[in-house]
T-cell receptor, first 111, second 115 residues
Framework: KQEVTQIPAALSVPEGENLVLNCSFT??????LQWFRQDPGKGLTSLLL?????REQTSGRLNASLDKSSGRSTLYIAASQPGDSATYLC??????????FGTGTRLQVFP | EPEVTQTPSHQVTQMGQEVILRCVPI?????FYWYRQILGQKVEFLVS????????KSEIFDDQFSVERPDGSNFTLKIRSTKLEDSAMYFC?????????????FGPGTRLLVL
């Protein structure tokens, strides 16, 4: 059974820092991995999707990498801003319809 | 930019009552999903729907739950007789073709509280 874990559970950093969020999964047979942002009490905003054949994807200050064989993905946020404060979720998709989510990393960026 | 919308944003109901949660997926998307997130827990898959049929469902999606596409735009989740443990945030999502390489786009959620 696929298990998705995210470390750290929470992170508090000053504005301007570059930071890395980690996601690990136990079964490397995935089709893709998606990173989401969730603001308190709100929905999920898709940030990046990495196909299993890809190594990384970039969008603005965000860069996500995927090492499928070792069951890891990282989300790199450059030059963090207070507006980046949110919970970041990763989710993997296997050969079914469903996304399997991690528990999330709650990020706070203070001025 | 097209987005998934959900109504209501919040719903409070008494245990045993029926509730219907509504979603309008992104137009021209063909695959629809429901997920839920109990407070403090992971987001969990409930069901996927394609071509007016359930494509896949989880063990959570028992006989108390049903889904329907009553017209060309809405997608609904019905809980027949709510239980306290059904209290959660319910998210609707859609994707264009349901392909394994596609992004699933999520709505803002409906927060359901069962008393």
């Amino acid at each position: 059974k696929q298990e998705v874990t995210q470390i750290p559970a929470a992170l508090s950093v000053p504005e301007g820092e570059n930071l890395v969020l980690n996601c690990s999964f136990t079964d490397s047979a995935i089709y893709n991995l998606q990173w989401f942002r969730q603001d308190p009490g709100k929905g999920l905003t898709s940030l990046l999707l990495i196909q299993s054949s890809q190594r990384e994807q970039t969008s603005g200050r965000l860069n996500a990498s995927l090492d499928k064989s070792s069951g890891r993905s990282t989300l790199y946020i450059a030059a963090s801003q207070p507006g980046d404060s949110a919970t970041y979720l990763c989710a993997v998709r296997q050969n079914t319809d469903k996304l399997i989510f991690g528990t999330g990393t709650r990020l706070q960026v203070f001025p | 930019e097209p987005e998934v919308t959900q109504t209501p944003s919040h719903q409070v109901t008494q245990m045993g009552q029926e509730v219907i949660l509504r979603c309008v997926p992104i137009s021209n998307h063909l695959y629809f999903y429901w997920y839920r997130q109990i407070l403090g827990q992971k987001v969990e898959f409930l069901v996927s729907f394609y071509n007016n049929e359930i494509s896949e469902k989880s063990e959570i999606f028992d006989d108390q739950f049903s889904v329907e596409r009553p017209d060309g735009s809405n997608f609904t989740l019905k809980i027949r007789s709510t239980k306290l443990e059904d209290s959660a945030m319910y998210f609707c999502a859609s994707s264009a073709y349901g392909g394994q390489g596609e992004t699933q786009y999520f709505g803002p959620g409906t927060r359901l509280l069962v008393l």
